[in-house]
């Protein structure tokens, strides 16, 4: 498989050892010429030095060969984002992904397309969510082709919902709540379901309105 | 008619100062407060500190009831991600963003992106002008 691989810092770097390993081939893109001296020592002719973003630079790393699959793993958002636009939109690579370095930018790359999208601190934040139960909300599971979550909210004795029937309580548009689970068995939610302090309610939900779902189920904070 | 410019460095304020003198409401956005000195001491329009990838800021600076957005921050990406966000998220039709890669200000046009190429511009203003004088002197 032919691969570009766009920022030559820690993840870049290890990806590319790994991608060489697994003998594919592999041209690496990063635009500080001391770094890429040091990935040259290592990677030899695969590392290419310039600006990922600059067409000419992406057509020298052979993206119009054309590349199976680009990494855009620079540690800037906007570049990321650019990187696979042209990938994609320009150069017509298959398979982009992306390195999202500050979650806030997450919604720019869904809004935009980029539905391959990775993000450490979203994935450390969400295993630290998972940890931490009075949170009220943990992140089950994210469809992101699909652009849905599937989110579990514990219902306590403060929560805005409790006595209401489903039917009538207003949650974001493009979201709904699937399951209640109680005293340990789960029902399917329907309008004239009732919910109770101590429900687990399952919701799918478009990513991005969370906030919104939290304030209507769970208390105010 | 109201016209929010991110980014209020040499292009974006001067931009901002055109408009206002032609009576719309104008908003400037820039990452540094300093850069409402720019604006000049009589500016009456809004400014507003922060990041154009903010939507949050975004939003403070009116671009969901904007007429016309203009995006000149120094980073090329950085402009053509905002005036994506300004575009679709936010709806407005008349975002004009400046691209100083002459290629990426081509390839974002095909994207439907209002792309202005400095570069590009002085390029052929360049050559027409050594072209026209050629002319004159021979």
Same mark, same amino acid.
């Given at each position: !498989? ?19 390993? !697994? ?10 010429? =001391? ?10 002719? +695969? ?7 600059? !067409?000419?630079?992406? @057509? ?30 320009? =150069? ?27 993000? +450490? ?13 009075? =949170? ?12 849905? @979550? ?30 209640? !689970? ?29 906030? @919104? ?9 | ?20 003198? #032609? ?24 400014? %507003?500190?922060?990041?154009?990838? #903010? ?20 980073? #090329?990406?950085?402009?053509? %991600?905002?005036?994506?966000? %300004? ?8 975002? %004009? ?42």
């Amino acid at each position: !498989m032919k691969a570009v691989v766009a920022g030559g810092g820690k993840v870049g770097a290890n990806v590319v050892r790994s991608l060489l390993a !697994m003998h594919h081939d592999v041209t690496l893109i990063e635009q500080r010429p =001391y770094r890429h001296e040091r990935l040259v020592e290592e990677f030899g002719d +695969a590392a290419v030095l310039g600006d990922a973003t600059e !067409m000419h630079v992406l @057509e020298a790393a052979g993206i119009a060969r054309p590349a199976d699959l680009a990494l855009a793993l620079t540690g800037d958002d906007e570049d990321n984002l650019v990187i696979c636009q042209l990938a994609r939109d320009a =150069y017509r690579v298959p398979k982009v992904v992306a390195r999202v370095n500050d979650p806030r930018n997450q919604e720019h790359f869904d809004l935009l397309g980029i539905g391959q999208t990775v993000c +450490a601190a979203a994935n450390i934040l969400g295993l630290v969510e998972h940890e931490v139960p009075d =949170y009220g909300m943990v992140h089950l599971l994210e469809l992101r082709k699909e652009n849905l @979550e599937i989110v579990e909210l514990q219902i306590d004795r403060d929560s805005p919902a409790c006595g209401k029937r489903v039917g009538g309580i207003r949650v974001p548009d493009g979201s709904r709540l699937i399951s209640v !689970m109680r005293n340990g068995r789960s029902e399917l939610a329907d309008d004239s379901t009732v919910i109770r302090p101590g429900d687990q309610v399952l919701a799918v939900l478009e990513p991005g309105t969370e906030d @919104e779902l939290r304030r209507a189920l769970l208390r105010s904070r | 008619m109201k016209l929010v410019v991110i980014g209020c460095g040499r292009v974006g304020s001067a931009v901002a100062r055109d408009f206002a003198a #032609d009576g719309w409401e104008v908003t400037a956005v820039d990452q540094k407060k300093e850069a409402l000195g720019r604006l000049g001491d009589a500016w009456e329009g809004r400014f %507003v500190v922060g990041h154009g990838m #903010d939507s949050q800021i975004l939003r403070r600076a009116g671009a969901h009831e904007a007429d016309a957005v203009v995006v000149a921050t120094n980073g #090329d990406n950085t402009n053509l %991600v905002i005036a994506q966000v %300004v575009q679709k998220r936010f709806g407005v039709e008349n975002v %004009v963003v400046r691209v100083l890669d002459p290629a990426r200000a081509q390839f974002y046009a095909t994207l439907g992106l209002q792309t202005v190429c400095p570069t590009q511009t002085a390029i052929s203003e360049l050559g027409n002008r050594v072209r026209r004088t050629a002319q004159v002197l021979a």
